[in-house]
């Protein structure tokens, strides 16, 4: 379902902060779970009253979907529900009947109503999460402040970040895979990502095939590494397509090109295996792309199966799950480094949150899919040396460019 913009007269700064109850002129109190209300706000002023969905076509592989939320007052908030291709995300409509009617500072009070249901499957979750998103991004703009000033204030002005070219590589061949970490080491990145195992065969599949597959999977990250020289990380996502024996196997015969990390050979919820696979290779191991939640984040740390957590504020709760989670992390030593194969609100979103994380590493970018990716949203997107600045506008910082979006609607 694509949007088309509703035209709305644009709101005065004093208009936003008569509309969050008086906000610019009382304190903020925060919740010790960071929730914001606007002190003494008055009843009956900034209203939540229209969910909208855009979609823009990427890729064959990819579909970048957002949300708008629309108040009483005009003024909106942006979140992000990317899932895949898909075009349309049908769980949207129950978890916006949560914030219907209902102030944007009400966070907690949409977590308490939504988030039972939000941990039912990946559609709900990112439903819930993409909504989440657009609370904080309407918060922000209320207050005309940055979310991470809103939850804490940030640690750090630049984010380094590391080039997945996963999607962009439709020759996967090791030569494919070279060109183009090649490439993204030219625009300034010092870190570079792909998933060389993908349409990995079934382990039942016959053992000539799988160990062709185990091969070219090798030899593809052995070309990475000859094009981009010793200097570069090269971390590796293996999907989960490996048993306890082929992943160690493989993480054996790749330990020459000395992998930052080694990401999910097998499927993240299966904590034994991860632990086990974690203590068997010299790798540090890095999953969670698609967990939600404190719970399902926790077993994870606690057994440190992985040394690297990796939330996506699309699908883990959204940015005050995001905070929860690394918190959870930080208590056992772990690394958050946020799963973003995602679009520039997302990557927005996903600045906000780590721009204030003590243990943040590092945040993913998906590069080379789209030329015109940056230039989605106002300010644009810009990578520089491999980082992206930490979004210092209101709310999110970003704001949709609709001319962009209708041209790849």
Same mark, same amino acid.
């Given at each position: 379902m694509k949007? %088309?913009?509703?035209?709305?007269?644009?709101?005065t700064?004093?208009?936003?902060?008569?509309a969050?109850?008086?906000?610019?002129?009382?304190?903020? %109190?925060?919740?010790p779970?960071?929730?914001?209300?606007?002190?003494?706000?008055?009843e009956?002023? &900034?209203?939540?009253e229209?969910l909208e969905?855009?979609s823009?076509?990427?890729s064959?592989?990819?579909?970048?979907?957002?949300?708008?939320l629309?108040?009483?007052?005009g003024?909106?908030?942006?979140?992000?529900?990317?899932?895949g291709k898909r075009?349309? &995300?049908?769980?949207?409509?129950?978890?916006f009947?949560?914030v219907r009617?209902?102030?944007?500072f009400?966070?907690e009070a949409?977590? %308490?109503?939504?988030?039972?249901r939000?941990a039912g499957?990946i559609?709900e979750a990112t439903?819930?999460?993409?909504i989440e998103q657009?609370l904080?991004? &309407?918060?922000g703009?209320a207050v005309?402040a940055p979310?991470?000033a809103?939850t804490?204030?940030?640690?750090?002005d630049?984010?380094?970040?590391? =080039?997945n070219i996963?999607?962009?590589?439709?020759?996967r061949?090791?030569?494919?895979? =070279?060109?183009?970490?090649?490439?993204a080491?030219e625009?300034g990145?010092t870190a570079?990502?792909?998933?060389?195992?993908?349409?990995?065969p079934?382990l039942?599949?016959?053992?000539?095939?799988v160990?062709?597959?185990?091969?070219?999977?090798?030899?593809?990250?052995?070309a990475i590494?000859e094009?981009?020289?010793a200097?570069?990380?090269?971390?590796?996502?293996?999907h989960?397509?490996?048993?306890?024996?082929?992943?160690v196997?493989v993480?054996r015969?790749l330990?020459?090109?000395? &992998?930052?990390?080694?990401?999910?050979p097998v499927?993240?919820?299966?904590?034994a =295996?991860?632990?086990a696979i974690?203590?068997?290779?010299?790798?540090?191991m890095a999953?969670?792309e698609f967990?939600f939640?404190?719970?399902?984040?926790?077993?994870l740390?606690?057994?440190?199966a992985?040394?690297?957590i990796?939330p996506?504020?699309k699908h883990?709760?959204?940015?005050?799950?995001?905070r929860?989670? %690394?918190?959870?992390?930080?208590?056992?030593?772990?690394a958050?480094?946020?799963?973003?194969?995602s679009?520039?609100?997302?990557?927005?979103a996903?600045?906000?949150?780590c721009?204030?994380?003590?243990n943040?590493?590092i945040?993913?970018?998906?590069?080379g899919?789209a030329?015109?990716?940056?230039d989605l949203v106002?300010?644009?997107?810009?990578?520089e040396?491999g980082?992206?600045a930490?979004p210092?506008?209101?709310?999110?910082?970003v704001?949709?460019?609709?001319?962009?979006?209708?041209?790849?609607?």
């Amino acid at each position: 379902m694509k949007r %088309a913009r509703a035209t709305t007269a644009p709101v005065t700064r004093r208009q936003a902060m008569a509309a969050a109850g008086g906000a610019a002129f009382l304190p903020l %109190a925060v919740s010790p779970a960071l929730g914001i209300q606007p002190s003494g706000a008055a009843e009956g002023k &900034l209203r939540i009253e229209e969910l909208e969905l855009t979609s823009v076509r990427v890729s064959e592989r990819t579909t970048w979907m957002f949300v708008h939320l629309r108040t009483n007052l005009g003024l909106a908030g942006l979140g992000e529900c990317s899932l895949g291709k898909r075009r349309e &995300l049908p769980a949207l409509g129950e978890a916006f009947e949560a914030v219907r009617g209902r102030s944007p500072f009400d966070i907690e009070a949409y977590r %308490a109503a939504a988030r039972e249901r939000a941990a039912g499957g990946i559609f709900e979750a990112t439903a819930f999460s993409a909504i989440e998103q657009a609370l904080w991004d &309407l918060v922000g703009r209320a207050v005309d402040a940055p979310v991470h000033a809103l939850t804490g204030g940030k640690l750090r002005d630049s984010l380094p970040a590391y =080039a997945n070219i996963n999607r962009a590589t439709r020759e996967r061949t090791p030569e494919g895979f =070279a060109a183009n970490a090649r490439a993204a080491v030219e625009d300034g990145f010092t870190a570079i990502k792909a998933a060389p195992f993908d349409g990995f065969p079934a382990l039942d599949a016959p053992a000539s095939e799988v160990a062709a597959a185990a091969d070219l999977g090798v030899a593809c990250v052995e070309a990475i590494r000859e094009a981009v020289g010793a200097e570069i990380d090269i971390l590796i996502d293996c999907h989960s397509f490996f048993d306890f024996e082929l992943a160690v196997d493989v993480a054996r015969r790749l330990q020459p090109q000395r &992998l930052a990390w080694y990401e999910e050979p097998v499927a993240p919820t299966d904590v034994a =295996a991860t632990k086990a696979i974690a203590s068997g290779i010299e790798q540090r191991m890095a999953g969670g792309e698609f967990l939600f939640g404190i719970e399902g984040f926790g077993p994870l740390c606690r057994e440190q199966a992985v040394d690297v957590i990796m939330p996506d504020v699309k699908h883990c709760g959204g940015l005050l799950e995001g905070r929860k989670i %690394a918190a959870v992390a930080e208590l056992d030593g772990i690394a958050v480094s946020p799963h973003n194969p995602s679009g520039p609100v997302a990557t927005a979103a996903s600045a906000q949150l780590c721009a204030g994380l003590p243990n943040f590493e590092i945040l993913e970018m998906q590069w080379g899919e789209a030329a015109w990716r940056g230039d989605l949203v106002d300010p644009p997107e810009r990578f520089e040396n491999g980082s992206i600045a930490a979004p210092d506008g209101p709310g999110l910082g970003v704001e949709l460019n609709d001319a962009v979006a209708q041209e790849h609607a």
